[in-house]
């Protein structure tokens, strides 16, 4: 694979070392009309070089206003960071100035988007927005980004690329699309990619192509990869790490093969049984009964209680452990694995 | 050309479905070295507009008037006047008649085109500087800066356009401001622009606002873009032709315009010759000679409709779904 020659050590040397994000108790609020809505409870994780860790999540989950809260494009007011850290290569991106931010925006951490055609701009070619990274970031010439830009294109396997350059967005198809914001968001070889939901727009196909895609760059790049989704198969498929989110807080971690095979939250085992399975084809799904929360209105005790078919809130509750008044905190339940339920072991049956 | 696009981009989709080489050619061949740009692209439209020609035809022959009236006023001076032939009718050898003065009125105007261009021209100059700034300023910032700046326009929408110009004109040639003092054609024009960019600056305004919450501007944000690079590269250049076809059209306005502030005594004033001027005079005879309104009226209307068609023509350039 033709890589641009910038990047061609990144890598292998890269590989190996200690996380490149880390982000601690991260909370982020949103001041509205109907009070306040909190959307992240303190989330924490860490992405290593070369890991792909998937956030799974329902809508409203706040798995997109984490990540947007990281690439600084939280739109403040009515959204505020009230704690937390993001360290990035050491440093904190929520105390160093916007103008350190922004040279970490593009060749450090990136990210890509649900809706590629709207995430384009529709007055420039295809290869101008992509020649623009480099001319940004790296001062290059018009004719040096084009050559940067057309050999990107191939890269992310858009066909006759020399000859679409000059093209706009909306004479693309989707998934073409989507391979050109790809081609954008790794133009400088970020350490780390954050991919918010990046094939929902997308046909199952085309989605396997741009999945397949990512994590080919990934293991030429090295990269970190955050993937953002609610679709269980896509996790299952291309995740090392999987992190469940429910009402802004993380209630389950661990590899996607723990997670999956042996859920250690009743909210993930709740939404591995609303899977369809061809085995059961036929019977009926399993939905979690309930409505998500309301962020503005977060159930006291566990978040999850209200729908938790396993919950205890009468006598059956141990001390300390009563479902509707204590908060229980994400833990480690066995080795690897952490889980924010009072009753874990029981639903791992361990 | 889209739609094949598309569905060789789909049939290429399927074809790759399933499989996970890399199928890209590695050889990059970048068969015109240069990156084209917004404006390269947009010219390249252009010149495929037939509108644009035509108007562009109009407006060059506009501004060679405005430039040489002498050659085009058949070699008549317009100041060369007999009595006998006031309001006399047009004829083989004076093709728009005399005016009340028993001037040629061809003449008369052809050589009004330079100080009627000069106003127009100027006025709606600084109308679009003005608007853009401000508006594209209050838009982006918001808050406070754009309540500021909003009021400060709406300050300016109480005060009518005439009158205001007509106080601003009053003063002006006591003042010691190099444009307004001088009573010419630029104070008029500066006059008129500085009571009429408001409307300019609320179309910017809103459409900065609009583009500003779109997601390719947080794409660019995210991507490390800096506020100056996103305003000028993404914001503008999708925020501006709602203004472009505003302003084409508000030329005529604005020229008409000059013509009430020289009625009220503080616009242009004889021997000064405008078609603002022209059409103002001709009001009090148009019973008995109405070409002398209908004469500069015409060659107005055309004016304005050259900028009309080139801005169109432009507005179209600038948006890439409307080009074939």
């Known amino acids: 694979m033709s890589t641009a020659s910038t990047s061609a050590p990144a890598g292998q040397a890269r590989a190996g070392s200690g996380p490149v994000l880390e982000v601690d108790d991260l909370r982020v609020q949103f001041r509205t009309d109907s009070g306040l809505v909190n959307a992240v409870n ?30 600084g494009i939280l739109d403040m007011p009515p959204a505020e960071i009230t704690s937390g850290r993001i360290m990035f290569e050491g440093r904190d991106l929520l105390t160093v100035s916007p103008e350190e931010q922004r040279k970490v925006r593009g060749p450090g951490i990136s990210m890509i988007f649900q809706d590629a055609l709207s995430s384009l701009n529709p007055v420039y070619s ?15 010439s018009r004719k040096d980004a084009k050559k940067q830009a057309v050999e990107l294109m191939d890269r992310v396997r858009i066909p006759a690329a020399a000859q679409r350059v000059n093209d706009y967005p909306h004479q693309f198809s989707g998934g073409m699309r989507q391979r050109v914001m790809i081609a954008m968001a790794i133009a400088l070889d970020p350490r780390i990619l954050i991919a918010d939901e990046p094939t929902t727009a997308l046909d199952v196909t085309v989605q396997a192509q741009v999945m397949d895609l990512l994590k080919d760059l990934q293991r030429d790049t090295g990269m970190g990869l955050v993937l953002i989704t609610h679709d269980l198969g896509v996790v299952n498929e291309v995740a090392d790490n999987v992190a469940v989110m429910y009402a802004g807080r993380i209630v389950e971690r661990g590899t996607v093969d723990d997670v999956f095979g042996n859920p250690a939250h009743p909210y993930t085992e709740g939404l ?31 978040p999850f209680h209200p729908r938790c078919p396993k919950r205890r809130t009468g006598a059956d509750a141990l001390p300390g452990r009563h479902c509707a008044e204590d908060v229980p905190p994400l833990r480690l339940v066995v080795p690897g694995r952490e889980a924010a339920c009072h009753y874990s072991e029981e639903v791992l049956g361990v | 050309m889209t739609d094949q696009q598309q569905q060789l981009d789909l049939r290429k989709d399927e074809v790759e479905a399933g499989t996970t080489t890399g199928l890209a050619s590695p050889s990059v061949d970048v068969t015109d070295s240069r990156q ?22 109009f407006g060059i022959v506009f501004l060679l008037i405005a430039i040489a009236p002498q050659v085009f006023a058949r070699g008549v ?106 009573r010419g054609p630029g104070a008029v024009a500066l006059a008129l622009a500085l009571f009429g960019w408001m409307t300019a600056m609320r179309l910017v305004r809103s459409q900065v606002i609009a583009v500003k919450s779109s997601d390719y501007v947080a794409a660019a944000r995210a991507m490390g873009a800096s506020d100056i690079r996103i305003l000028v590269r993404h914001i503008l250049p999708n925020a501006v032709a709602p203004v472009l076809v505003y302003t084409t059209i508000t030329i005529g306005v604005l020229i008409a315009a000059e013509a009430t502030l020289t009625y009220l005594g503080v616009g242009l004033q004889r021997p000064a010759i405008s078609w603002g001027l022209q059409i103002e005079a001709g009001q009090d005879s148009i019973r008995s ?36």
């Not at chain 2, 300023?137 to 110009?165: E, V």
């Open chain 1, 42 to 71: 303190g989330v924490s994780y860490t992405v290593s070089a070369g890991e792909t860790l998937a956030i799974l999540g329902e809508s409203g989950s706040g798995k997109s206003v984490s990540a947007q809260a990281i690439m």
């Open chain 1, 126 to 140: 295809v290869g101008y927005q992509i020649g623009e990274m480099f001319r940004a970031h790296r001062g290059m």
């Open chain 1, 272 to 302: 591995m049984s609303s899977i369809p399975q061809v085995e059961a084809k036929g019977g009926r799904l399993q939905p979690i009964g309930g409505q998500p929360p309301n962020l503005a209105n977060i159930p006291s005790g566990c």
């Open chain 2, 36 to 57: 084209n740009s917004l404006w390269s692209d947009a010219w390249r439209s252009l010149k495929r507009n037939p509108l644009f020609w035509l108007g562009a035809t």
């Open chain 2, 77 to 182: 001076d317009p100041r060369a006047c007999d009595l006998a032939n006031s309001k006399a009718t047009p004829s083989a050898d004076h093709w728009f008649g005399y005016d009340v003065q028993g001037c040629d009125y061809l003449a008369n105007v052809v050589y009004g085109a330079r100080n009627s261009l000069i106003i127009g021209i100027f006025a709606v100059l600084v109308v679009l500087l003005l608007g853009v700034v401000v508006g594209a300023i209050a838009g982006f910032y918001g808050g406070f800066t754009d309540g500021l700046l909003s009021r400060i326009a709406d300050i300016f929408y109480a005060l009518p356009l005439i009158l205001g110009a007509l106080v601003l004109l009053r003063v002006g040639p006591e003042t010691s401001i190099p444009i307004l003092n001088s």
């Open chain 2, 289 to 324: 000679a109405p070409h002398l309104v209908l004469f500069p009226s015409l060659i107005l209307t055309m004016t304005v409709m050259a900028f009309v068609m080139m801005g169109d023509a432009l507005r179209d350039a600038l948006d890439p779904r409307q080009r074939s």
